[in-house]
């Protein structure tokens, strides 16, 4: 009966305060056209001078309201098939544009050119085009949080030109490749930003203001006519082929050799719902992740979605009410769903203001020591989000999620959404309860997750506090989730002031904290982050932090006290360079016997580009543990990634990669030659390979340790895709 008022009460107040709204502006026609512009960066087409234009930009970074330090002119137009933006973008020193050629989506700490797209103007999401003064694009789904989610990937084309006046870009954007509304006349919400890397600014049209709302709320709304409705039809098929050979004995192994066919379609139901299907997909990625320490975690490291069938409609499956860090970080999280053989997905808008994100699939992952490596570990996963939005950016939503294997499940339901309290006020929460039984299990579990979070912010203020209880029982397969049984607070606040000052742009000084009753033992644990940051020019930044701090593990109450900084800085537009530091207490988490010590942390990442083709870096991560009773050292772990990267141009890039990690004595080399025409297109081949300071003793008949190294695996692939667009 508790949770059923809470509902109710949640319901209510949703209907009551979602509906508040600012004022909106005049919206702007956008001229329709019948002769499209030569995708070639080039601004001197007569279609241009009958495109509407959009100049006086303001900053909204690192300040608000100041007047651009460089001119910026943007254009949008459309015909009955495509948007087509352009910007003419002034430096009075042209020789410090930075811009590389690069990969897709490689090119955000580059200066960019970008229009900001909310085809359904509901204030939730919008589509994000940026494009470098090289041409180079990046795209993704900007949220109503105000964070880019860039794993999202839309074919359209763009050309960039750098001349002595700065540069210029050209786009288009198919109407395929976005979703929107079948009206004669379309409303939607366009922002138009600038980013110079040279002053750490970000300029935009229209101006935002931090105390009137979501920034999605305060774009400038347009009209378009017109739009031809194509159903969408596409197929993906790929081709996967492997070779793989390990060492064993002294001898290298029979040669497993592997080639997979997959075939992917999309179909438009409507302009604004796709279906998705897919049959043995490929979910090869192209690179590695990356090396990171993986020795006395507490919890299993996260690992970013990359598979392609997942990620359109992704940004529909995050959930509110969640401070940074919590425990409950994803509802849905789908690398769980390890090797599916298929899949089914649906998502978008079934009416102006409801939404819904479905996914169904069957996942076999293989289980080598089973007899039957398949079906012994199969599973079927059923996911539904549906949302319902109100004015500006609130909403209410509810999720189902399901995992079914043999002789077991776990499924969770529940409800969260936002309210905009104010322009400056926005309050969250969530509820979801769970019901799990293991496989081996006679009875079922039931578990509660509970969330609330407020946020203020103007231009000097930022507020962030919430509440979380989660249950002893409450479990998520679909999620990631790295603590429970606790009731977690969690506060953060920030003072911003700017100073007078050419170099010193703003001072950010706040307070970070969260407390936690851990109800197992009955015992409080708080983190308290006191930082001081610092922005200046060059997209850069420097912060010190000192953190009062102990954490309950096992029982126990320990102290993790520390102090630290973090840097980074655009140096020159050849050379960056970002590095942290932490020293203090730390755990040793060993359930049987945990005990306290001292750790250092280090990060330091090198990237110099002497030519616009030409990439490398090199990242250090480090860390050691030390015993606090006599200060015998543990354990240091050491990863050194060096990664180079040749862009011969937009399409076609080669790539190495050596990491060595010197905790486990392995060094990796890789090598890519890639060729990506558009999302989907795409031929890969690649060659790995892993090397161990090991020999074989042929009189032990066992691998001892050695100085020199031997390659004791390698593997090759090919993979070639074609997106069909019928």
């Not at 460089?70 to 973008?89: G, I, P, Q, W």
């Not at 937009?650 to 990690?661: D, H, Q, S, V």
Request: aromatic share 14%; net charge neutral.
């Amino acid at each position: 009966m508790q949770y059923k008022t809470y509902l109710i009460i949640i319901f209510v107040f949703t209907v009551l305060v979602g509906g508040l709204a600012a004022k909106e502006k005049e919206a702007i026609e956008i001229p329709l056209i019948d002769t499209p512009p030569q995708i070639d960066g080039k601004l001197d087409e007569a279609v241009w001078s009958k495109a509407a234009r959009f100049q006086d930009f303001i900053s909204f970074n690192p300040d608000y309201g100041k007047p651009a330090s460089e001119k910026t002119v943007m254009y949008l137009c459309s015909d009955r098939e495509n948007f087509y933006f352009a910007a003419r973008c002034f430096q009075k020193n042209p020789a410090e544009i930075k811009a590389t050629m690069t990969r897709r989506d490689n090119m955000f700490g580059d200066d960019y050119a970008s229009i900001l797209i909310d085809t359904f103007h509901d204030m939730q999401s919008s589509y994000a085009f940026l494009v470098n003064p090289l041409g180079i694009q990046g795209d993704g789904i900007y949220g109503a949080e105000g964070n880019l989610d860039s794993s999202h990937d839309m074919v359209w084309f763009s050309k960039g030109v750098i001349d002595d006046k700065g540069y210029t870009i050209e786009v288009r954007i198919p109407f395929k490749s976005i979703r929107f509304p079948i009206k004669k006349q379309v409303k939607m919400g366009i922002w138009l930003v600038r980013n110079i890397v040279r002053t750490s600014e970000n300029v935009c049209f229209p101006e935002i203001f931090a105390d009137k709302g979501a920034i999605l709320s305060q774009i400038q709304p347009v009209l378009v006519r017109d739009m031809k409705y194509k159903r969408i039809v596409e197929l993906l098929p790929a081709l996967t082929h492997s070779r793989t050979q390990s060492l064993g004995q002294g001898q290298w192994g029979a040669e497993d050799r592997q080639t997979d066919f997959s075939l992917t379609g999309k179909l438009g139901i409507t302009p604004s719902l796709m279906l998705d299907a897919t049959y043995n997909p490929d979910f090869s990625q192209v690179e590695a992740d990356a090396g990171q320490v993986d020795v006395n975690l507490r919890y299993a490291l996260y690992y970013q979605e990359k598979r392609p069938f997942f990620l359109e409609g992704m940004e529909e499956f995050k959930f509110a009410g969640n401070t940074e860090d919590a425990p409950l970080y994803a509802i849905v999280h789908t690398r769980t769903i390890i090797d599916p053989l298929l899949g089914f997905k649906l998502t978008g808008k079934i009416s102006k203001k409801n939404s819904i994100a479905t996914i169904f699939a069957i996942d076999e992952p293989l289980d080598p020591l089973s007899e039957n490596p398949r079906e012994s570990n199969r599973s079927v996963f059923g996911i539904l989000r549906f949302r319902h939005t109100f004015k500006q950016d609130a909403y209410i939503g509810g999720f189902y999620t399901g995992r079914d294997m043999s002789g077991g499940y776990n499924r969770v339901a529940g409800i969260d959404g936002r309210l905009r309290l104010s322009n400056s006020a926005v309050a969250e929460y969530h509820l979801m309860g769970s019901l799990t039984k293991a496989p081996e299990a006679d009875d079922n579990n039931p578990g509660h997750a509970l969330g609330l979070r407020y946020q203020f912010s103007n231009r000097n203020v930022l507020l962030d506090a919430g509440v979380q209880d989660i249950s002893q029982d409450f479990q998520v397969d679909t999620g990631f989730l790295t603590r429970r049984d606790l009731t977690r607070f969690a506060l953060m606040a920030m003072y911003r002031s700017y100073p007078k000052s050419k170099f010193f742009q703003r001072f950010d000084t706040f307070y970070w904290s969260y407390h936690i009753l851990d109800k197992e033992s009955n015992l409080f644990e708080t983190t308290n982050l006191f930082t001081f940051r610092v922005n200046m020019p060059g997209n850069s930044m420097f912060r010190i932090d000192l953190v009062l701090a102990n954490e309950v593990f096992a029982g126990k109450r320990f102290d993790t006290s520390a102090i630290g900084f973090r840097v980074w800085s655009q140096v020159t537009k050849h050379l960056y360079f970002h590095a942290l530091y932490r020293y203090g207490g730390s755990i040793y988490y060993d359930p049987a016997n945990p005990f306290p010590g001292k750790s250092n942390d280090a990060y330091l990442t090198l990237q110099y580009q002497p030519a616009e083709k030409f990439t490398t870096s090199l990242d250090l991560t480090y860390a050691d543990f030390y015993r606090k009773s006599d200060s015998q050292k543990e354990y240091d772990y050491t990863i050194l990634r060096s990664k180079t990267i040749f862009q011969l141009n937009k399409y076609l890039f080669f790539r190495g990669i050596a990491e060595y990690n010197f905790f486990r004595e392995e060094l990796f080399l890789d090598f890519l030659a890639s060729f990506t025409y558009i999302p989907g297109t795409v031929v890969h081949i690649g060659y790995g390979s892993v090397l161990e300071k090991i020999r074989w003793d042929s009189n032990l008949r066992e691998y001892v340790s050695a100085q020199r190294f031997e390659e004791t695996h390698r593997a090759f692939f090919f993979k070639v895709s074609y997106l069909w667009r019928l």
